[in-house]
């Protein structure tokens, strides 16, 4: 569906945004239990608890509201790192902050991960979209943290890929498939990793 038809269908009311989200998170759960091709817009109804010409108002098809749930999922989880991030007192901290609330939100939303990889293949500019939001973000970040003196200079495009790389892997294992481990102690163990390496130490 094109961006003029969903622009078109921006809720103007906080009523209509309140509903839109209740699909949206109505959505999460049906595309993460089900997936997208066995999910149906009248389970996203039901679970939202509207009719189903309500969902017509907000969105075109179910192809529309899975964009628009990548997007959303994309958006919230920068959201809450950043507020999680937003008073560390230099990068590291921010890296092992970060990393802790990556974590916990993705044991909160654990079908993102089916979501997203998903998107690869039914919504592949959002997909993308989303890597290279955070990429940027994240490379901006380093090269701020490295101007303050906080980190050292490097290539920060492939430093900052790597770290997302690692990140989204340390979600897969501790939030999606098991999420016994407390989320800070992760995120300790990597950002000690993350700062010193893994050379011995009479190398460094």
């Given amino acids: 569906m094109n961006q003029v038809s969903s622009s078109s269908k921006a809720p103007k009311t906080e009523r209509g945004r309140r509903t ?8 999460e759960i049906e595309f993460g239990e089900k997936g997208f091709h066995e999910a149906g817009i ?8 509207v009719a189903l010409g309500t969902f017509y108002t907000y969105f075109e098809s179910k192809e529309e509201i899975f964009r628009a749930l990548v997007r959303h999922m994309s958006r919230l989880t920068r959201e809450t790192i950043a507020e999680k991030v937003a008073d560390a007192p230099d990068r590291l901290t921010t ?4 990393i802790e609330a990556f974590i916990e939100f993705a044991r ?5 991960y089916r979501i997203i990889t998903e998107a690869e293949f039914i919504a592949p500019v959002e997909y993308r979209d989303h890597y290279e939001g955070f990429g940027r973000a994240y490379q901006a970040n380093l090269e701020k943290a490295a101007r303050k003196g906080e980190i050292r200079a490097g290539d920060f ?3 900052s890929w790597s770290i997302m790389g690692i990140v989204v892997f340390l979600g897969m294992r501790y939030a999606e498939w098991d999420d016994s481990q407390p989320a800070s102690e992760i995120a300790g163990i990597v950002v000690d ?5 893994i ?3 009479e190398s460094k």
Avoid: C, F, N
């Fill in 95 to 98: 890296e092992r902050i970060g």
């Fill in 193 to 197: 990793l993350i700062a010193r390496g």
């Fill in 108 to 112: 909160q939303h654990k079908s993102i």
């Fill in 20 to 27: 839109r989200r209740k699909l949206l998170d109505a959505a």
């Fill in 42 to 49: 009248s389970g996203i109804t039901y679970r939202a608890g």
């Fill in 199 to 201: 050379a011995p130490e």
């Fill in 157 to 159: 495009e492939t430093w």
